[in-house]
């Protein structure tokens, strides 16, 4: 549902605005920036703010462009769920996602049966993480960038986009914490050798290293990780959009030391 990305111009939908990015040889560089008016659960003002506001933008060479419509977490639910070490077939994982989803996101009544859902999870992990799209929330997407005259080339969510750079980058780190920072929340992870393996999915956006190391504390404590020590990694758009595709040498995000 969602393929990777093909290094594509990017327009990136968030909690608070939606900003269009070109392709550029030193990566992705910022070209318009559109203040959202629709709040999550308003898909039909979301698709007609962001129509008109791709309509309006004055670059007629990235009207031709394909683009990768890349969603953060407000509009793509996501979270970690537990399935343990047993075996288990995929429908199965995709059941357990749907009620999840339900329980945490919609109204009482209201099914998840419709929606688009995409699991990463490899057999004998003790967690899998996914992601869920409303159908009215695809649609929305989808129809606004039609409409303005371009080709939505991928759909996919923001976590995953970053964590791809993120691994290109920091292979070196066996274990470590992870700090998404989207426009509304920071996603707070413990990576193992590139796994998932704990997430707070809803933290607040961290505003020094003080409160970066709080995160990582409350975490750890809540997950019963004791490891002292451990590389908290830092990352934004602003800085994994920086880096090239074909540079891996480049700096990764800002690593400092857990407190925890």
């Not at 968030?14 to 560089?29: Q, T």
């Not at 992601?131 to 929330?137: D, G, S, V, W």
């Not at 995953?160 to 274990?175: K, M, P, Q």
């Not at 709080?214 to 490891?227: H, N, S």
Request: aromatic letters at 6%; charged letters at 25%.
């Amino acid at each position: 549902m969602w393929p990777l990305e093909r290094k594509l111009d990017v327009l990136r939908v968030g909690r608070v605005h939606a900003e269009y990015w070109s392709r550029a040889p030193d990566g992705l560089v910022l070209q318009a920036r559109h203040s959202l008016g629709a709040q999550p659960g308003e898909p039909k003002t979301l698709e007609v703010g962001l129509r008109n506001w791709l309509l309006g933008l004055e670059s007629a060479s990235s009207r031709a462009n394909p683009v990768d419509v890349v969603v953060e977490s407000a509009w793509l639910p996501i979270m970690l769920i537990e399935v343990g070490r047993s075996k288990w077939r995929g429908d199965h994982m995709e059941r357990l996602l749907r009620h999840r989803t339900t329980e945490l996101h919609l109204q009482p009544g209201a099914t998840t049966e419709d929606w688009s859902l995409q699991l990463d999870h490899r057999q004998g992990e003790p967690q899998a993480l996914g992601y869920a799209l409303a159908p009215e929330t695809q649609r929305a997407l989808v129809g606004a960038v039609l409409a303005a005259g371009r080709r939505p080339a991928s759909l996919q969510p923001a976590l995953a986009w970053a964590r791809r750079r993120f691994e290109r980058r920091e292979r070196r780190l066996r274990t470590c914490w992870w700090i998404w920072c989207e426009q509304d929340r920071a996603i707070v992870c413990r990576m193992e050798r590139g796994r998932v393996t704990a997430m707070n999915a809803g933290a607040a956006v961290p505003g020094d290293e003080a409160q970066h190391a709080r995160l990582v504390a409350i975490e750890a404590a809540r997950c019963g990780f004791t490891e002292v020590g451990e590389p908290v990694v830092l990352a934004s758009w602003e800085k994994l959009a920086a880096l090239r595709e074909e540079d891996p040498a480049r700096p990764a995000p800002r690593a400092l030391r857990a407190t925890t």
